[in-house]
């Protein structure tokens, strides 16, 4: 089974901040999924991605997949109070279904 | 709307007292899975099952028990509860190269 480390654990930061979290592995990634999961909530999916050097945006949140397929990042512009939650990397998917999961980032954005 | 419904959403029982978690998704999803998220350790996959009558155990399945009679349906059973099962669970569905949506989990405390 793949482990998926992720860094840092926690981060607490002011509204307006900028952010950025990592997603690494020892091995290839076949493919790298991205979740926020709120309190009291199931994880959503925010990104999926899997060709290496791929960099994909969502309003504020830039994702980037490294060239080895091993690491990924996760960068929040202007964080504001409604970002705060966890965020998970998962690996795999595809024809196999299975997903393996990081212990992920719990974010907290202050007002 | 495209959901994964979980039943109970909160319980509390006793050490010994067989349970039932059902899990119900309306996406026609052949992938179903249950996780289980403890502090510390993150999301990890107790069983899943690729379609119906196919279960397989997944990284933590001592202890649990599920189902596949219905493609729908993905019930998870716990024979005889002891207090380390007491855990937050989350049940998932997938197809092929698509995301995994969780439902809104429950929260099971065994004493």
């Known amino acids: 089974t793949q482990l998926l480390e992720q860094s840092p654990q926690f981060l607490s930061i002011q509204e307006g901040e900028n952010l950025t979290v990592y997603c690494n592995s020892s091995?290839?990634?076949?493919?790298l999924q991205w979740y926020r999961q709120e309190p009291g909530e199931g994880p959503v999916l925010l990104v999926t991605v899997v060709t290496g050097g791929e960099v994909k945006k969502l309003k504020r949140l830039t994702f980037q997949f490294g060239d080895a397929r091993k690491d990924s990042s996760l960068h929040i512009t202007a964080a504001q109070p409604g970002d705060t939650g966890l965020y998970l990397c998962?690996?795999?998917?595809?024809?196999?279904?299975?997903?393996?999961f990081g212990k992920g980032t719990l974010l907290t954005v202050n007002p | 709307e495209a959901q994964v419904t979980q039943n109970p959403r909160y319980l509390i029982t006793v050490t010994g007292k067989k349970l039932t978690v059902t899990c119900s998704q309306n996406m026609n999803h052949e992938y179903m899975s249950w996780y289980r998220q403890d502090p510390g350790l993150g999301l990890r996959q107790i069983y899943y099952s690729m379609n119906v009558e196919v279960t397989d155990k997944g990284d933590v399945p001592e202890g649990y028990k599920v189902s596949r009679k219905e493609k729908r349906n993905f019930p998870l059973i716990l024979e005889s509860p002891s207090p380390n099962q007491t855990s937050l669970y989350f049940c998932a569905s997938s197809s092929p190269w698509l995301e995994e949506f969780f439902g809104p989990g429950t929260r099971l405390t065994v004493l």
């Open positions: 091995s290839v990634f076949s493919s």
């Open positions: 998962a690996e795999g998917g595809g024809s196999n279904y299975k997903l393996t």
